[in-house]
């Protein structure tokens, strides 16, 4: 298959021929930012000095768990797409940039939100959060969460922009616009979540959460959506080919 191999190297995408293999500056500085994420959500800086203080720790840990896999998937992504297009532009760069200045103020409410919900830690000073501080923090978090998405929705934007540059085949092109589709759907989620919690009756405001779990039957549906696009190419190309 055409973009299996370049130069020698094999990617992990059997449909993307990935045009970039070195790690640049550009992903070294977001690399170290990532991981300085990775250290705002650590539970504790410290080793336990007692039983107390370790279970106090373990119980926190659920909720980096939940963190740090959210974090790992944009900083896949963020890999995932500079491997895929190579850009090294100023545009790409800027965006880059935004991209860390939101997953820093991201991370706050992100490690916040799933320690209260998880028991790792207290809502608030007083115990459980009031209405109207759910409220608040649901409709931060959203923020949060729509303003990363926006930000790979422009990236994914600016690589179909330069399709014709980059030469990308109708196998990239097609999974291009459904990596586009899929973070316009991501910012779409975030935003009613937004709505959700600024809009609903304060016993009500926990849906707001829980809306993200759309999440699960969108990426179900648009993986399968996916797939078979790009079995009817496949299909097309062999066709061809006989001919």
Same mark, same amino acid.
Request: with cysteine; proline share 4%.
């Given at each position: 298959?055409?973009?299996?191999?370049?130069?020698?190297?094999? @990617?992990?995408?059997?449909?993307?021929?990935?045009?970039?293999?070195?790690?640049?500056?550009l992903?070294?500085?977001?690399?170290?930012?990532?991981?300085?994420?990775?250290?705002?959500?650590?539970?504790?800086l410290?080793?336990?000095?007692?039983?107390?203080?370790?279970?106090?720790?373990?119980r926190?840990?659920?909720?980096?768990?939940?963190?740090?896999?959210?974090?790992?998937?944009?900083?896949?992504?963020?890999?995932?797409? !500079?491997?895929?297009y190579?850009?090294?532009?100023?545009?790409?760069?800027a965006?880059?940039?935004?991209?860390?200045?939101?997953?820093?103020?991201?991370?706050?409410?992100?490690? %916040?939100?799933?320690?209260?919900?998880?028991?790792?830690?207290?809502?608030?000073?007083?115990?459980?959060?009031?209405?109207?501080?759910?409220?608040?923090? %649901?409709?931060?978090?959203?923020? @949060?969460?729509?303003?990363?998405?926006?930000?790979?929705?422009?990236?994914?934007?600016?690589?179909?922009?330069?399709?014709?540059?980059?030469?990308?085949?109708?196998?990239?092109?097609?999974?291009?616009? @459904?990596?586009?589709?899929?973070?316009?759907?991501l910012?779409?989620i975030?935003?009613?979540?937004?709505?959700?919690?600024?809009?609903?009756?304060?016993?009500?405001? @926990?849906?707001?959460?829980? !809306?993200?779990?759309?999440?699960?039957?969108?990426?179900?549906?648009?993986?399968?959506?996916?797939?078979?696009?790009?079995?009817?190419?496949?299909?097309?190309?062999?066709?061809?080919?006989?001919?």
């Amino acid at each position: 298959m055409k973009g299996d191999r370049l130069g020698g190297f094999v @990617g992990p995408e059997p449909h993307f021929r990935w045009r970039a293999h070195e790690v640049t500056r550009l992903e070294g500085f977001s690399d170290a930012v990532f991981a300085f994420s990775v250290t705002l959500l650590v539970v504790s800086l410290e080793v336990p000095r007692s039983f107390d203080e370790l279970v106090a720790v373990m119980r926190g840990f659920p909720a980096f768990g939940v963190s740090f896999a959210i974090l790992a998937y944009f900083w896949y992504s963020h890999v995932l797409y !500079f491997r895929r297009y190579g850009v090294q532009t100023g545009y790409a760069a800027a965006l880059n940039c935004a991209l860390l200045f939101c997953l820093l103020f991201y991370i706050y409410p992100l490690k %916040f939100l799933f320690s209260s919900l998880l028991g790792g830690e207290l809502a608030s000073a007083d115990g459980a959060l009031v209405p109207h501080q759910a409220r608040a923090l %649901f409709a931060i978090y959203g923020l @949060g969460y729509v303003a990363v998405s926006l930000v790979f929705t422009l990236l994914y934007a600016y690589a179909w922009r330069l399709r014709g540059v980059l030469e990308l085949d109708e196998f990239e092109r097609a999974l291009t616009r @459904g990596s586009l589709g899929d973070y316009v759907a991501l910012m779409a989620i975030g935003a009613t979540s937004v709505l959700l919690a600024l809009l609903l009756p304060p016993r009500h405001v @926990g849906l707001a959460g829980y !809306f993200y779990f759309v999440l699960g039957p969108y990426f179900t549906w648009s993986g399968r959506r996916q797939g078979r696009q790009l079995q009817r190419l496949e299909q097309a190309q062999s066709a061809r080919r006989r001919q």
